[in-house]
């Protein structure tokens, strides 16, 4: 198996965690201005909020993914499930450089999912 060009993941990361912070200070920003005192332009500014609350959200939870990768790339467990403990596919990794599952043990984590 191809060795992961790690330090290029590790920039790429850096690079994204620095991008989505910016993102998640902008959301922040956006949300504690005030509303308007119009009700209509209230309800809708309530709207707009809600869903950049959830982009927020979202950027967040992108943030943790990336720092725990590279937590594992600096303890040694990067490319490793998480679960079985066996090598990541290379092509998941370099696609989706936080994945902490194997394809296997993702597709399991979603059926169990699913029926719950």
């Known amino acids: 198996m191809p060795e992961l060009p790690i330090d290029e993941l ?24 005030g509303f308007a005192a119009d009700s209509k332009e209230m309800a809708k500014e309530l ?40 090598a990541i596919d290379v092509n998941r990794v370099l696609a989706y450089p936080y994945a902490d599952e194997c394809i296997e043990c993702a597709k399991d984590g979603e059926r169990r999912k699913s029926h719950a």
């Open 10 to 33: 590790r920039r790429e990361m850096l690079e994204k965690k620095s991008e989505l912070s910016a993102r998640l200070d902008r959301i922040s920003a956006n949300l504690q201005r």
């Open 47 to 86: 709207e707009d909020s809600e869903v950049v609350d959830a982009l927020g959200n979202e950027a967040r939870s992108e943030i943790a993914k990336i720092s725990a990768a590279l937590a594992r790339m600096d303890d040694g467990s990067f490319g490793l499930c998480i679960e079985c403990g066996e």
